[in-house]
């Protein structure tokens, strides 16, 4: 029913540490998802910068943001200023190209808290890589949900169980959270051959949880077969990510470009260094330098 098991590789960005699960040696994409970090579980000092990604560009994919706890304030060149809340949603298509900023709203700062959540890069299909970029927020009510004896469901993204989300994907996919109180059993989407999905996973975001009589902890991803229809048992409360969708093909990944092409990537990494991507109007005094560009080793992909 496995295919796979990944843990999560920790890493510093700063004083704010994430988990980076995708990609993978082993496995670079599930169906569309080429790209899954957890950010945190963090508790901040007040005071202490939380959140402080400083303008970047993105090509050839859609990010997603999705919060268990915190906020974070996004800012992009299309002139877009939102905040995200817990349950509510971040959906930046990049296509052929936007510059966007990830940070914590002063206030917030001053006040301190916890953060905790998930970004996913979607690669989008070779027909949309460059389509016009475009930003999108969802509240809560966008998104179907479903509870029942213990288990809470939310389709943060795509389609599933007869539901659709929102968001507005270019491919098919499904994006699901569930928090399941200990002793609680849910399916996630079915296999392609009953109506499903080609490519799945489960990320353990918090808690413990059992398939076909494996235990699997926080901060680790199970791919499942295609064939796999299964059962997870919660034996805590937990919170998990069930992801995946329909492959769309082979993807090269640089920083923080997504495409089919390494023209198209070249060309990206030039227009960023020459300065030809503009930065948001209200957080244009600085900038993520192209990692070729920096004197000193680049810092950690950003968020």
């Given amino acids: 029913m496995i295919d796979l098991v990944i843990e999560a590789r920790r890493r510093d960005l700063g004083g704010f540490e994430v988990g980076r699960i995708l990609p993978f040696a082993r496995r670079r994409m599930v169906g569309p998802f080429i790209f899954l970090d957890q950010m945190g579980p963090a508790e901040f000092a007040p005071g202490t910068d939380a959140i402080n990604v400083r303008p970047h560009p993105h090509i050839g994919l859609s990010t997603l943001t999705y919060l268990f706890e915190g906020e974070i304030m996004h800012r992009d060149n299309l002139g877009y200023t939102q905040p995200i809340r817990p349950g509510e949603v971040n959906w930046m298509t990049a296509g052929s190209g936007i510059v966007h900023s990830e940070r914590t709203d002063p206030l917030k700062k001053s006040q301190g808290g916890p953060m ?123 919170s998990v990510m069930v992801l995946g969708g329909e492959p769309v093909g082979q993807r090269l990944i640089w920083w923080n470009f997504v495409s089919s092409s390494q023209e198209r990537l070249d060309q990206a990494k030039a227009d960023w260094s020459a300065g030809r991507m503009s930065l948001p109007s209200d957080d244009s005094l600085e900038f993520i330098p192209l990692p070729e560009d920096e004197v000193a080793p680049p810092p950690p992909s950003p968020l």
């Fill in 116 to 238: 905790h959540g998930m970004q996913a890069w979607v690669a989008l299909p070779l027909e949309k890589e460059e389509i016009a970029p475009s930003f999108t927020h969802l509240g809560e009510e966008a998104q179907p949900t479903y509870q029942n004896g213990g288990l809470f469901s939310r389709l943060v993204a795509g389609e599933a169980y007869g539901a659709r989300a929102g968001t507005p994907v270019e491919s098919p996919l499904f994006y699901i959270h569930w928090d399941m109180a200990e002793g609680v059993r849910a399916a996630p989407p079915p296999p392609r051959a009953k109506g499903g999905y080609s490519e799945r996973a489960l990320f353990v975001a918090r808690g413990e949880i059992e398939i076909d009589h494996q235990r699997f902890r926080e901060g680790q991803m199970v791919v499942l077969s295609p064939e796999a229809e299964l059962t997870v048992t919660a034996l805590m409360p937990s």
